[in-house]
Nanobody, 118 residues
């Protein structure tokens, strides 16, 4: 059974930093496309960062230079380091795993609230 368990998140002031972590079942950890999405109130869920099985990474333009996605093989986690946070980064953040052989097969974490507020 595939599991994605998220940790981290919380409340931070503008300009601050947070780190999100997602522990992923080892059966898919090294073989699937892993990433982070977010959904702000009244908005659709949007893609934030992605890592391929070959460790190639990409982030969406709105967070480029501020957010970094990394893989920790010893812990079977992908982490999202978020720096220079802005009020508009406030959202529920979801860890995501996609089967590269069948992009219709997708698993999601439970979601973490990230609130950026003064």
């Amino acid at each position: 059974q595939v599991q994605l368990v998220e940790s981290g998140g919380g409340l931070v002031q503008p300009g601050g930093s947070l780190r999100l972590s997602c522990q992923i079942s080892r059966t898919i950890f090294s073989r699937w496309i892993l990433g982070w999405y977010r959904q702000a109130p009244g908005h659709k869920r949007e893609w934030v960062a992605r890592m391929t099985p070959g460790d190639n990474t990409v982030v969406t333009n709105s967070v480029k230079g501020r957010f970094t996605i990394t893989r920790d093989r010893s812990r079977s986690t992908i982490d999202l380091q978020m720096n220079s946070l802005k009020i508009e980064d406030t959202a529920v953040y979801y860890c995501n795993a996609e089967d590269p052989g069948n992009r219709d097969v997708v698993h999601w974490g439970q979601g973490l609230q990230v609130t950026v507020s003064a």
